[in-house]
């Protein structure tokens, strides 16, 4: 009975090594929580920590926080916010060549006439003036706008470019040789000509096509001819049935045409068209016997007469 009492008053080991346990382990766990704050802390100061902090001033700056409270400012417009920029100063580019005027300075009067006056300080470049090939007779576009700069030069009318001369073959342009690149003239109908339709001879779509034709017939022959009466013969003292056989015959004829078509060129159809072609005819009869080149002996021997023709 004693034995027992002794070992029930006698302190369990197992409890005093459980307690301990116990304690060990709450200590580990906020030396754990310890640790993990002092490097969350080292962590923000090593990006969110200002150069000029010191090391002790560091803990409380990572706390501070300046409150700002957002705000949006409302600023009325003006019309000062809707001015035109300035102009570039235009005074001062070089070369000269480059400054220009903005805008034309045509005179008021006539705009169809050039300044007098240059449009830039300086004087316009501009190339010689050549004349367009074959025979383009006058030019019915007027300009509508003057040189303004020395890059670009205007040209209204596209048809009438000119063309330097260029000796092709090196022999002096021989009126004999077939010869390209030539000046025509009003009657060349082998190289460019206005009236056959190479250039527009009204605006820019208007072309004129002309053709002519002559056709001569000259004859020289002896027919059978009856002589006239003895009163009205034309050769008196003749008293054989035929009279002169002699007969001289010329006739001329005209063919013309005028085709005048207005459209683009050979691009296309012709958006209208007038055609002409009169016909003109001549003649001349030359006999020795009366009454031949009329029934009316009074008329003589010889006879001329025209006529013509419309389609």
């Known amino acids: 009975m004693s034995r027992r009492i002794k070992n029930a008053e006698r302190p369990s ?27 969350i ?19 409380p700056a990572l706390f501070e926080r300046d409150d700002v409270e957002p705000y949006i400012q409302l600023v009325e ?18 070369p000269p060549v480059l400054r220009r005027p903005l805008t034309p300075n045509f005179p008021e009067t006539d705009p169809l006439l050039l300044p007098e006056m240059p449009l830039e300080p300086s004087t316009l470049f501009a190339y010689p003036v050549d004349a367009p090939l074959g025979f383009t007779g006058q030019s019915s576009v007027l300009p509508s706008e003057g040189q303004e700069s020395s890059h670009f030069v205007p ?12 000796d092709r073959y090196g022999k002096g342009h021989p009126p004999v040789d077939d010869y390209p690149y030539l000046q025509g003239s009003l009657i060349d109908p082998y190289n460019q000509n206005v009236l056959k339709g190479d250039y527009p001879i009204i605006g820019q779509h208007t072309f004129l096509t002309f053709t002519g034709t002559s ?8 027919v059978p001819t009856p002589t006239t009466p003895f009163e009205s013969t034309g050769s008196p003292d003749q008293n054989e049935f035929f009279g002169d056989p002699n007969q001289f015959l010329y006739v001329q004829n005209f063919f013309l045409s ?13 958006d209208w068209r007038i055609k002409l072609t009169p016909v003109l005819n001549m003649n001349y009869l030359d006999v020795n016997e009366l009454g031949i080149v009329n029934p009316n002996v009074n008329k003589g021997t010889t006879r001329f007469r025209g006529d013509g023709a419309l389609e």
């Open 77 to 94: 417009a003006t019309d000062a916010d809707d001015s035109v920029p300035p102009p570039p100063d235009t005074e001062n580019i070089q």
């Open 258 to 270: 005028f085709d005048l078509v207005h459209g683009n060129g050979a691009f296309k159809p012709a």
């Open 13 to 39: 080991r197992g409890i005093g090594l459980r307690a301990f346990g116990v304690r060990r382990a709450g200590f580990v766990r906020w030396l754990c929580i310890a640790l993990s704050l002092l490097s």
């Open 215 to 222: 056709l001569s017939i000259l004859e020289a022959r002896q």
């Open 155 to 166: 040209m209204e009318d596209r048809w009438r470019a000119g063309f330097p001369a260029w």
């Open 41 to 59: 802390v080292a962590w923000r100061s090593s990006f969110a920590a200002p150069p000029d902090l010191e090391s002790d001033e560091l803990l």
